[in-house]
């Protein structure tokens, strides 16, 4: 199973930090925030892996390479110096992900969600992993009622930036700047996202006080 990790946001709200960095190499721990994620997945079990990029992506391409030393297989869907948001951004890379189900993991987020629990056949167009509302993002995302991720109900929680899809999602899209939410969405209302809830940690690495917070974090488990 391939995976797709989202790295072209602009990064900010995290400035000055990703004035002359992109916001994927900002460090943590022992490691920058994508490399962290590449470790993930390699320990999952995911070894062809696709990375996104827009402004500064060839810093990332220069610092992470064809992704040998990570024991992976690195390709890279550039998006040019605008990103085209998260469905923009996923369709673009479509041509490196194949016909099959892949997953999505965010660049910018750090958990120890286990990977390799990751449904490598979906049972419908995505499957998202939701976790609890943070601080800054109290009114959450989506509900999980019996397995099933719904738009609008109660209890809502937070969509992780971990999940599966299936091409079909973007069936009927074309290329540029479009977001992913109204896909999801769409196919919620028939019954075709699938979900869980995990309780473990969790980082949005949105600002950098919250960078700060997962370096302390890490450091501490070191």
Partial sequence: MKALILAAGKGERMRPLT??????????????????????????????LV?????????????????SRY?????????????????????NALPLLGEEPF???NADIWSDYPLERLPRAPDGLAHLVLVDNPLHHPQGDFALQEGRVRAEGE?????????VYRPK????????KFPLAPLLR?????GQVTGEYYSGAWFDIGTPERLAALDDYLKSRA
Avoid at 155 to 163: D, F, P, R
Avoid at 169 to 176: A, I, K, N, T, Y
């Fill in 19 to 48: 004035d002359h960095t992109p916001k994927p190499l900002l460090r943590a721990g022992s490691a920058s925030l994508i490399e962290h994620c590449i470790h993930a997945l390699a320990r999952a079990g995911f070894h062809d």
């Fill in 51 to 67: 990375i996104n990029h827009a402004a500064h992506g060839a810093l990332v391409e220069t610092a992470l390479g064809d992704g």
């Fill in 71 to 91: 024991n992976v297989r690195i390709r890279y869907a550039a998006e040019g110096a605008e990103p085209l948001e998260t469905g923009g951004g996923i369709f």
């Fill in 103 to 105: 997953a999505v993991v």
């Fill in 155 to 163: 209890g809502k929680l937070t969509y992780s930036g971990i999940g």
């Fill in 169 to 176: 999602l973007f069936e009927g899209c074309q290329p540029g």
């Fill in 186 to 190: 769409k196919a919620m209302v028939a």
